[in-house]
């Protein structure tokens, strides 16, 4: 039997990311309930095609081999990876209550947040809590994004947290990087396509992802990031302007506006899909690669 040797980075990037490293297993630990995959929690409750069944591809050096999966919504707090958009709840659209502020390519920093804050440009201002405009180094090397807040970031006024921001978390700093105050070399910018959470997390409809795209594009601007990692199914395509599944996005690196883009699954969704934190895994190198050919580091060494 051929034994797998894992790098010192390898296996931080896999017990980061929850990935079991492969090894024997007594009978016991292979029932199904050694291996269920994480509940959904109650803000995730979006509708989510259940996944379909997966190659054993519990060694993510296997997976690399598997076919793509066919597209599924990683769900980010107000999502699921629905087979279509009529997964989601029918909560129609409400009026805006008044228009998006002009020159918002030219603002700053404050300006900008000051906007986001006020902004009525579509309806989802009318059952937002708190807008939610991005953490993060304002000079980060890298920068996520995400979706659109769910109920607990309309609540916080935060991206990613609870669970799926746990893992996210754990993602990041398997790779050197975090969130938390650090270095542009080490901190990570985060930001979603919309700043207001959809009600009962609908799909986002089209109309509000035209009025909020400008905040987005506007703090990518200002960060001037290396590397772009989009994550889930509506947040790549929202700034790819593809309707390609996530699965024909992966492994591939595209641009947003000059910026390199590497396309992954939503944190949370993972949570829900444990087999593909191995291709996030993939991801995630892929990404690594793009940072370091373009000569800026993520300032950590993994393999130390
Ligand atoms: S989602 Fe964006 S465009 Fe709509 S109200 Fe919120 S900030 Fe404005």
Request: with cysteine; aromatic share 4%.
């Amino acid at each position: 039997m051929t034994t797998v040797a894992w790098t010192p980075r390898e296996m931080a990037l896999l017990q980061a990311m929850g990935i079991p490293l492969w090894a024997p297993q007594p009978p016991e630990a292979l029932t199904p309930a050694a291996v269920a995959p994480v509940p959904a929690r109650p803000s995730d409750a979006r509708s989510e095609t259940p996944a379909p069944p997966e190659a054993p591809d519990a060694l993510p050096r296997a997976a690399s081999a598997a076919p793509q999966p066919a597209a599924r919504r990683p769900d980010p707090p107000n999502a699921a990876e629905p087979a279509t958009p009529a997964a989601r709840p029918p909560v129609a659209a409400a009026e805006p209550l008044g228009t998006r502020p002009g020159g918002v390519k030219h603002m700053g920093w404050e300006a900008l947040r000051d906007a986001v804050s006020g902004c009525q440009a579509c309806g989802l201002c009318r059952s937002r809590r708190h807008t939610v405009f991005g953490v993060g180094h304002p000079q980060a090397r890298w920068m996520l994004v995400g979706e659109a807040p769910g109920e607990q970031e309309d609540l916080q006024g935060e991206p990613f947290v609870g669970k799926a921001g746990q893992l996210l978390d754990n993602m990041l700093r398997s790779v050197g990087l975090t969130r938390a105050d650090a270095p542009a070399e080490q901190q990570v910018y985060i930001a979603n396509v919309l700043k207001c959470r959809p009600p009962a997390n609908r799909n986002p409809e089209p109309a509000e992802v035209a009025q909020c795209e400008p905040y987005l594009k506007r703090q990518v601007e200002l960060v001037a990031p290396k590397l772009i990692l989009a994550m889930g199914r509506f947040a790549v395509q929202s700034l790819l302007g593809s309707q390609e599944p996530i699965g024909r996005l992966r492994g591939k690196v595209h641009q947003y506006h000059g910026v390199p883009l590497v396309v992954t699954y939503h944190p949370a969704y993972l949570l829900r899909n444990p087999l593909d934190k191995s291709r996030a895994w993939e991801d995630l190198c892929l990404a690594l690669e793009v940072i370091e050919t373009a000569g800026a580091g993520t300032g950590a060494d993994p393999d130390r």
